[in-house]
């Protein structure tokens, strides 16, 4: 499944000299576009080792590329296996409130991989809590990102990425 988390862009984190989201303050404006741009990254433990999944976003392009590791904290490069890299474009929606109280951006994502994934398209959504860049819970037994109809409504609360580099 983390494997998929290759497919779905991520985006945004937030390091302590930037905009914060205040979750009582539906009122402010959030600069969705600033937030986003930079360089996310989180380590996950797999089987047999683990994946280093970072993201790129800057201004509308992203790149995501997922490295494999042999141990568990990302640290000795699977020599055996190839990166996974995605490129495409993303287009920032709506912000919503979530029934969770946090509001999040609604994301439409272009694959430059057309045949990749979903004809080459994802509707999904982000958000940027406590210094950490959450996704649409992609795990969910109703994920479809096909349509913007079928966009997530909560977000992925187990696999926060952070902030590693702005743009």
């Known amino acids: 499944m983390k494997k998929f988390l290759s497919l779905i862009p991520a985006v945004l ?3 302590a000299c930037q905009i914060s989201i ?3 303050d539906d009122s402010a404006e959030v600069d969705w576009e600033t937030l986003v741009a930079g360089t996310w990254q989180a ?3 797999l089987g047999f080792g683990s994946e280093l999944y970072t993201t790129m976003q800057d201004g509308g392009y992203w790149q995501d ?5 042999t141990d568990k ?3 000795e490069l699977d020599t ?4 996974d890299v995605f490129t495409g474009t993303y287009t920032l929606k709506n912000t919503l409130v979530l029934e969770d ?8 994502w272009t694959y430059d ?4 994934f979903n004809d080459g398209e994802c509707y999904s959504l982000y958000s940027v809590v406590g210094g950490f860049l959450y996704f649409g819970d992609i795990y969910s037994e109703d994920f479809d990102c096909s349509t913007p109809e079928k966009r997530s409504v909560k977000l992925d609360y187990d696999f926060p990425l952070v902030k590693i580099a702005d743009i």
């Open 65 to 69: 590329t997922t490295e494999y590791f």
């Open 101 to 108: 109280g946090v509001r999040a951006v609604e994301v439409d």
């Open 13 to 15: 984190l937030m390091s």
């Open 80 to 83: 055996t296996q190839d990166a």
């Open 73 to 75: 904290e990302c640290k």
């Open 22 to 24: 205040e979750e009582d």
């Open 43 to 45: 380590c996950s433990e």
């Open 113 to 116: 991989q057309t045949d990749e």
